[in-house]
């Protein structure tokens, strides 16, 4: 009996949506990995769109993840409303496939992954505070190997 053979690698990219500033990562299916790549600047929310057609210009994902923030109970906040917003208008203004995926406890989980960084970091900077308001591209990271380890978890926006 003849495998089938697999679909072709799909390369991804993540993010996670703030009100000031949108973490992006970067992954692909050949290796199920993903890595945190930039954050892009935002005003209440709106994205310097150009920042991101040159992010989506550079990378050419074949799929689009955005980060879903519910509430503990798995209830809807208002982000979650201005987060699917922006998934929409991804898929409109690009025209790319674009999944929501639940981010409950990323951002805490990547303030975590920075802390440990921190204590493992070469001598002479113990003590040196990492800015914890740098780490949404960790974030998306851990929201794209979130999905890579679990693809039927998205919804459409």
Known sequence: ??????????????????????????????????????????????????????????????????GLPLHMDGRESELSGRARKFARRLHGRFAVEVLMIDERLTSREAKSILREQQEVSPRGTKGKIHDLTKIDHIAASLILQ??????ELGSIP
């Open 1 to 66: 009996m003849l495998a089938m053979p697999e679909a072709s690698p799909k390369t991804l990219l993540a993010f996670d949506f703030g009100l000031k500033q949108i973490g992006v990562a970067y992954g692909q299916t050949l290796t199920n990995s993903a890595s945190g790549l930039t954050i892009i600047k935002a005003s209440d929310g709106v994205p310097n769109w150009t920042d991101v057609e040159v992010v989506l210009n550079e990378w050419k994902p074949n799929l689009v993840l955005v």
């Open 146 to 151: 979130g999905w890579l380890e679990n693809p």
